[in-house]
Nanobody, 128 residues
Framework: DVQLVESGGGSVQAGGSLRLSCSAPEDTYLSNCVGWFRQYPGKEREGVAAIFNGDGGASYYADSLKGRITISRDNARNTVYLDIIDLKPEDTAMYYC?????????????????????WGHGTQVTVS
């Protein structure tokens, strides 16, 4: 499977901002559907954002972060970003990105989709 790479995490004070990045290896292009997830210790991963780059396009956000996050895509850089502002202690988690594979269907692109096949190792966000 293709291994994605997340970056941009770190330790920040409450109220700060971060830009998380999700990139695919050289010669591997991100699919039309890319999602961001986060995982608290001892909890299952939960979807926080997703972006569909097909006809019309669409973005999806979790209620817990809506208004504070923006997902975007730069096709030239083969990268999807997650911008988070006004960070709160409850945002502390490991953040992962995932992308659909060759058989991915457009109707399977939504927040927290379980049909994303390519994953990264995650980037830690710690807010104090």
């Amino acid at each position: 499977d293709v291994q994605l790479v997340e970056s941009g995490g770190g330790s920040v004070q409450a109220g700060g901002s971060l830009r998380l990045s999700c990139s695919a290896p050289e010669d591997t292009y991100l699919s039309n559907c890319v999602g961001w997830f986060r995982q608290y210790p001892g909890k299952e991963r939960e979807g926080v954002a997703a972006i569909f780059n097909g006809d019309g396009g669409a973005s999806y956000y979790a209620d817990s972060l809506k208004g504070r996050i923006t997902i975007s895509r730069d096709n030239a850089r083969n990268t999807v970003y997650l911008d988070i502002i006004d960070l709160k202690p409850e945002d502390t988690a490991m953040y992962y990105c995932a992308a659909g594979g060759p058989l991915f269907q457009p109707y399977d692109c939504y927040l927290g989709s379980p049909f994303l096949n390519y994953w990264g190792h995650g980037t830690q966000v710690t807010v104090s």
